[in-house]
């Protein structure tokens, strides 16, 4: 940096350069800690006079704030430690019991050992409830420091002793859920968090949707925060620092992390030859954040005030993380030697203490005023979001064979003498008797100071956390007049499914009441979708609104963004949209507002790039449409192998609350859309629709009556056979490759004597799970009448093979396989997609009308209803290669 200054600009005095360079070098000779500190003294200076300096992203290693700057600790200490300590037991005994009743159940012990206290202050003097004004913060706790959260609602009289003793036994119905999940305990998790980064990511996003809220209008959300725990090993999780930069960008100052830097993970050390949280704080801080460190307790406070020739300070900065995890397993007078020992004058500074004093010089997470002056300053710092990153140490207070060791996270049991250990330094009443087997719980009794205490705190603080309520506002939900459009069909005007769509959104939209509910989420791809329409009428959200005239200014659709914009255009981040997506579709539980949330993706970055992010949001309750678009291997023509999706649906069928849907016409899209806001927004039901939409332009036909049910439960007959021919098919058609159904239909009549009945499937899954249910249902009710699936009812008694084509897999229409009263051939894009137009692309997937054809003429060949050779005659007919290796062969 400094050389390329010096070769920008020129040195207009360069004695005066060489004299402040010369001075400093006989400071460096001196001393070089003491060069680094007058350095970082003029940077903060230089900064502070505003001449343009960057900022500097790492400080030394020691507390942000100084001690002479701490506030006044408002609660009684002693109270708060007797509280932790009961905690601390409480949910390693819960973890205990469980697995000695059932062994390998898991649960963590050391996770919430190390960040009791930061939870604990967050608890007693920060964390909002439901209750307080405003509404109350929103805490995406560590998934692994569940333990403790159930030992506080214990305490707190939320929980009894026997819902602790159902830890990881949940299929009762009573059991407690292992780590944060809303959908298995829907009155008490708010946000699920286990699986790691996806809470920093969705953290973020929450945050930034309540300012949207605020923008809109909707509700103020100005005295709400969102605080996010999260573990220093979770940080390597790309999703964790995807946002970091929005974040700052934003300006979300409603937004906390607290990073607990017990500088371990679960095989070992998170940085052991670095140091984590220096590198935490270079990133941060280098993405605008505010950043506090809580490195070191009040017992260093002295050692460091004394510490006149930053000996300490440097020491501190050059030890490594796993060097200081050693000092953790090690004697007073292993650290004397070794930390202190090398440098005499460190040595001296610490001669007045004794080797148990040295092993009791703690880390800045676990001093329970440190933390408190963190918080406090974290809630007063304006403009920005903060982090708070705390040192601690892994297994806190569990004793010598779990503290700070490497198989720490692993640690479920504690022997009889660790537990006496662990129970002798919490210093609680608990008998040896009652440890015997497995450690009893301790609560001090209803009436106790300590339960009296908690509980005011609490009731000051606007009630208990975590609270998931839902007292969702109603919205009132389009007249069905908006739909009818879609039924009209098009005439003879070409029109993909996703115009058909974005006109549906639209009308949603600009509907009086409903309209400011919705939603649209779009990752940089609205142009392709053709939804750029939609910028100037809704507008896009941006915080600071929009700042210069946009280069399209004068045209119609320009690109115009406000701070009441609607639209969440979220840039290329499949991740961040889920996160709005997540923000905006549990909304009606998290804020009590209703929002309904569209996110409109292209299809092949969907599922399989945030998947779990997705199942995260069903895990929270989600609410939402997710729409593939440009779905189909073969219906996205040009693209290739990376983007040309045939299998989201498959994906999308192993979530157990997404509804999917494999649309043809735009009024099938309008019927579930139609009824997904019913069940979702009326019905109050927790479930999701992911629909596919392709860009492929075709007429759209009317809507023939009488089959709204059918398209729901996700097959119906659209075209009948048009004439009694001979022999007889059926042709199950998904999508755009419904048409190729409909062709396929027309040459076998013309061409082959044979009737076929073309049939809309719209989804496979829906029939899927319908078969399941009725299957189980049949079995466990042997000796009363078998009831049919939708699918075999639909189909029985319809003559001919059943042929089921789609621009899909062909496992997706395999799902329903075993209930087809007939033989069946799936038809599918199996194989990676690649560039070609679409015709090309279908004769080479084998889906294509002639296709569809040979299929159907083997399928009767195979059941002596034709001759081998009318198959022959159709390949040849329609020049096919039965030598050419099929899409899926000739990939390998
Ligand atoms: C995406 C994901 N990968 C792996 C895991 C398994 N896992 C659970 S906890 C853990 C280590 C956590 O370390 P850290 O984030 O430092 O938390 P700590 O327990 O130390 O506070 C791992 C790897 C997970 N839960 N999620
Ligand atoms: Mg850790």
């Given at each position: 940096m400094q050389d390329h200054f010096r070769d920008q600009l020129p040195d207009i005095d360069p004695d005066e350069t060489s004299e402040w360079i010369e001075s400093l070098e006989q400071v460096i000779a001196h001393s070089p800690s003491?060069?680094?500190?007058?350095?970082?003294?003029?940077?903060?200076?230089?900064?502070?006079?505003?001449?343009?300096?960057?900022?500097?992203?790492?400080?030394?290693y020691i507390n942000t704030i100084p001690p002479e700057q701490e506030p006044y600790?408002?609660?009684?200490?002693?109270?708060?430690?007797?509280?932790?300590?009961?905690?601390?037991?409480?949910?390693?005994?819960?973890?205990?019991?469980?697995?000695?009743?059932?062994?390998?159940?898991?649960?963590?012990?050391?996770?919430?050992?190390?960040?009791?206290?930061?939870?604990?202050?967050?608890?007693?003097?920060?964390?909002?409830?439901?209750?307080?004004?405003?509404g109350g913060d929103q805490i995406f706790f560590q998934g692994h420091g569940a333990p403790g959260v159930y030992a506080r609602a214990f305490l707190e009289g939320r929980l009894t002793q026997d819902r602790l003793d159902g830890f990881r036994q949940e299929t009762s119905g009573t059991g407690l859920s292992s780590y944060p999940h809303p959908r298995l305990?829907?009155?008490?998790?708010?946000?699920?968090?286990?699986?790691?980064?996806?809470?920093?990511?969705?953290?973020i996003y929450q945050a930034r949707f309540n300012k949207y809220l605020h923008q809109r209008g909707i509700k103020d959300t100005s005295q709400q925060r969102v605080w996010c725990f999260v573990g220093d090993g979770e940080m390597d999780e790309p999703e964790s620092m995807a946002a970091l930069s929005l974040a700052a960008r934003e300006e979300l100052d409603n937004l906390i992390f607290v990073v607990n830097c017990n500088l371990q993970r679960l095989d070992g050390p998170v940085r052991g030859n670095g140091k984590v949280i220096q590198e935490l704080e270079s990133i941060y801080r280098g993405a605008g954040w505010h950043v506090i460190k809580v490195v070191w307790a009040r017992e260093w406070d002295d050692l460091l005030a004394r510490d006149s020739d930053g000996v300490l300070v440097n020491k501190m900065n050059t030890t490594v993380d796993g060097e200081f995890q050693k000092y953790v397993v090690e004697s007073g007078a292993y650290i004397r030697e070794h930390f202190f020992g090398p440098d005499p004058r460190l040595k001296k500074l610490v001669e007045h203490l004794s080797d148990e004093d040295l092993r009791r010089l703690r880390r800045g997470g676990h001093?329970?005023?440190?933390?408190?002056?963190?918080?406090?300053?974290a809630?007063?710092?304006?403009?920005?979001?903060?982090?708070?990153?705390?040192?601690?140490?892994?297994g806190w207070t569990l004793g010598g064979a779990v503290e700070g060791r490497n198989v720490t996270h692993q640690a479920k049991k504690l022997s009889e003498d660790e537990l006496k250990a662990f129970r002798d330094r919490l210093e609680l009443?608990?008998?040896?008797?009652?440890?015997?087997?497995?450690?009893?719980?301790?609560?001090?009794?209803?009436?106790?100071?300590?339960?009296?205490?908690?509980?005011?705190?609490?009731?000051?603080?606007?009630?208990?956390?975590?609270?998931?309520?839902?007292?969702?506002?109603r919205v009132d939900l389009p007249k069905d007049d908006l739909y009818a459009e879609f039924a009209a069909g098009s005439k003879k005007q070409g029109v993909a499914t996703t115009m058909g769509f974005v006109r549906l959104l639209r009308k949603l939209m600009r509907d009086k009441k409903f309209g400011p509910r919705v939603v649209p989420i779009i990752p940089d791809e609205a142009r392709t979708f053709g939804m750029e329409s939609l910028f100037p009428e809704f507008k896009i959200y941006a915080a600071r609104g929009q700042l210069y005239e946009p280069v399209d200014a004068?045209?119609?659709?320009?690109?115009?963004?406000?701070?009441?914009?609607?639209?969440?255009?979220?840039?290329?981040?499949?991740?961040?949209?889920?996160?709005?997506?997540?923000?905006?579709?549990?909304?009606?539980?998290?804020?009590?507002?209703?929002?309904?949330?569209?996110?409109?993706?292209?299809?092949?970055?969907?599922?399989?790039?945030i998947g779990d992010l997705i199942w995260s949001f069903a895990d929270q309750r989600g609410r939402g449409f997710l729409l593939g678009a440009t779905y189909g291997r073969t219906t996205l023509l040009g693209e290739g192998l990376q983007h040309q999706d045939g299998h989201s649906l498959l994906l999308a069928a192993t979530n157990p609350v997404c509804l999917s849907y494999d649309p043809a016409w735009a009024y099938e899209v309008a019927v579930i859309v139609k009824e997904g806001l019913r069940r979702m927004f009326d019905e109050d039901e927790d479930v999701f629709y992911y629909l596919t939409l392709y860009n492929e332009p075709y007429p759209q036909p009317e809507m023939p009556s009488g089959i709204e049910e059918g398209i729901l439960k996700g097959l119906y007959l659209y075209r009948g056979a048009p004439d009694e021919r001979k022999h007889r098919a059926q042709l199950l058609g998904s999508g755009t490759i419904l048409r190729e159904a409909l062709r396929a239909q027309d040459l076998l009549l013309e061409h082959h004597d044979v009737s076929a009945d073309v049939w809309s499937a719209t989804s496979y899954q829906q029939l899927r799970a319908d078969g399941l249910e009725t299957e189980r249902w049949n079995r466990l009710h042997a000796e009363q009448p078998r009831r049919q699936p939708y699918v075999a009812e639909q189909l029985e008694g319809q003559d001919g093979p059943v042929v089921a084509v789609s621009d899909s897999m062909k496992a997706v229409p395999d799902q329903i396989a075993r209930w087809v009263p007939a033989p069946f051939v799936p038809l599918g894009t199996d194989g990676f997609g690649r560039s070609d137009h679409r015709g090309a692309l279908r004769r080479h997937f084998e889906i294509d009308a002639e296709h569809i054809v040979v299929a159907t003429l083997a399928a009767l060949a195979e059941f002596g209803e034709l001759k081998p050779e009318a198959v022959t005659e159709a390949i040849e007919r329609y020049g096919v290669d039965p030598e050419r290796a099929s899409a899926l062969r000739c990939d390998l």
């Open positions: 003491r060069a680094r500190f007058l350095m970082g003294r003029l940077l903060a200076h230089a900064r502070s006079r505003q001449i343009g300096l960057p900022p500097m992203v790492s400080t030394n600790f408002p609660g009684d200490e002693e109270m708060e430690l007797k509280i932790r300590r009961i905690i601390r037991w409480n949910a390693a005994a819960m973890v205990m019991r469980a697995n000695k009743k059932y062994d390998g159940i898991g649960g963590h012990l050391s996770t919430y050992a190390s960040a009791a206290s930061l939870y604990e202050v967050g608890f007693n003097h920060f964390f909002q409830g439901k209750d307080a004004p405003g305990m829907p009155d008490f998790w708010e946000f699920p968090t286990v699986s790691m980064g996806l809470s920093p990511l969705n953290a001093d329970y005023r440190k933390v408190h002056s963190a918080f406090a300053s809630v007063e710092l304006k403009g920005a979001p903060v982090v708070v990153l705390a040192k601690t140490v892994k009443p608990i008998s040896d008797k009652e440890l015997k087997d497995e450690p009893a719980y301790y609560h001090p009794g209803e009436d106790s100071d300590v339960v009296e205490y908690i509980r005011a705190r609490r009731r000051s603080l606007g009630g208990y956390v975590p609270e998931r309520r839902v007292h969702p506002v004068a045209h119609l659709l320009a690109y115009r963004e406000s701070q009441q914009g609607q639209i969440l255009e979220e840039g290329i981040t499949e991740a961040g949209s889920m996160g709005s997506f997540t923000a905006a579709g549990t909304s009606y539980a998290t804020h009590g507002e209703t929002m309904v949330p569209f996110f409109i993706f292209y299809s092949m970055f969907g599922f399989q790039r």
